[in-house]
């Protein structure tokens, strides 16, 4: 199990095949509140299972919620839980998500799954990366204004000596990985005095250190900021910001940086001092998102009426579409025609219709961004950029 990604935004959106069970439930890290998530699991399949009996009786209803039921007594899968999760399952279909911020406990059965509050978690404008960065090692941290949790640092080297593969020096003697002379080693230029095993200093430390940035900024540029779209925070010491900064090719790094050795701070700490470094560029990209709606709107290029919107969705003329975080609006969306009618949560082929519009718009290679309730520059729950 992972974090979501737009990646696996993009997926669950491709082909669904109905009946699609959504379940968002929250959790909790530590004992004994961690006991209370199979309780409430075992209450949400059941919620699934007499939703797929009165809506789809046609289904093999069995072998879809066994999927689900497969977990409900997984001791370990309790135990090492995240604020939240996040489980999908169709005919063809099953996954499983780690959330970072207690989700609103909702069960949702319909034909396509119900993804508003993971588009809200994947491209919601508060989330963002850490890279923490010292000397020798660094590792990676993904999260939001509430809570960072570490992450997976596939492909990024995590020391010094996993990144330099020519040569880094190390106490006395200079380290040789390829060509000439594999294998062996050379007394260093400048022969420090540090102990073994650790770079060394002086010039050769300011190469060596250099370089591993240099690769680290480079792998989480390609592994990391461009997959995910998010800001990265740089956590290190004055030095290495400088450093790291003067080499940096990614553009998603945000000028604020954490400037302390980021190793003592504990997850609250390093959240709050993250956030602190993220709030002004989040602020600011929320205004812009709300400056180009209004001026759009002013041109008639841009809208809030849900049947307007809708409809150019359905076209493929939605741009950037803006939906409350925070707001559910009912009913049942006609994807072929754009039309929509409003209707009480929990009757067949009910669903989120903000969530509904959200999934078209993506599906037309438009921008969908979950928006805080209090920053939302309409009262209908979704503010539409048009494209032509």
């Known amino acids: 199990m992972h974090s979501p990604t737009r990646a696996d ?16 439930l929250a959790t909790d890290r530590s004992y004994p509140a961690e006991q209370q998530g199979p309780i409430r699991f075992k209450n949400a399949v059941a919620q699934v299972d007499g ?37 999908f399952g169709s005919p063809n279909r099953f996954e499983v998500f780690d959330l970072q911020r207690q989700p609103r406990e909702v069960t949702v059965v319909a034909d396509t799954f ?43 080297p995590t020391t010094i000596v996993e990144a330099l593969g020519d040569e880094i020096v190390l106490g006395r003697e200079a ?48 592994r990391h900021s ?31 940086g954490i400037e302390k050795n980021p190793a003592p701070l504990d997850r609250g700490g390093m959240t709050a001092a993250a956030w602190t470094a993220m709030e002004p560029p989040y602020l600011a990209r929320l205004a812009r ?47 072929g025609t754009g039309r929509w009618q409003p209707a009480e949560a929990g009757g067949v082929g009910v669903d989120d219709v903000l969530d509904d519009l959200g999934d078209m718009v993506h599906s037309m290679k438009g921008t969908v961004v979950a928006v805080p309730a209090e920053r939302m520059p309409t009262a209908t729950g979704a503010a539409a950029v048009y494209r032509f």
Not at 199 to 216: L, M, N, T
Not at 246 to 256: C, G
Request: aromatic share 8%; net charge positive.
């Open 51 to 87: 939703l797929l009996r009165q809506s789809y009786p046609g289904h093999e209803v069995n072998a879809l919620l066994d999927k689900f039921r497969a977990w409900m007594d997984d001791q370990y899968f309790w135990t090492h839980r995240f604020d939240g999760l996040a489980m």
């Open 114 to 156: 119900h993804l508003k509050p993971l588009v809200r978690y994947t491209q919601s404008a508060d989330r963002f990366q850490v890279l923490c960065l010292q000397r020798e090692k660094c590792w990676l941290l993904e999260g939001n204004r509430y809570a960072v949790d570490r992450l997976d640092p596939k492909g990024v």
């Open 226 to 256: 461009r997959p995910s779209g998010l800001p990265l925070v740089l956590a290190a010491l004055p030095e290495h910001q400088a450093l790291f900064r003067a080499h940096t090719k990614n553009p998603q790094l945000v000028p604020a």
């Open 289 to 335: 998102f709300t400056d180009d709606f209004e001026v759009a709107r002013s041109r008639g290029m841009g809208s809030d009426d849900l049947g307007d919107v809708a409809a150019k969705a359905c076209a493929g003329r939605v741009g950037v579409l803006l939906v409350d975080a925070d707001r559910q609006v009912y009913g049942r969306l006609d994807r």
């Open 9 to 24: 935004l993009v997926n669950l959106m491709a082909e669904p095949r109905p009946p699609c069970i959504s379940v968002y």
């Open 175 to 222: 380290v040789a990985r390829r060509g000439k002379g594999t294998g062996g080693t050379h007394p260093a230029p400048d022969k420090p005095t540090v102990p073994h095993g650790h770079a060394a200093e002086g010039s050769d430390a300011d190469r060596d250190a250099r370089r591993f940035f240099q690769a680290v900024d480079k792998a989480v540029w390609e």
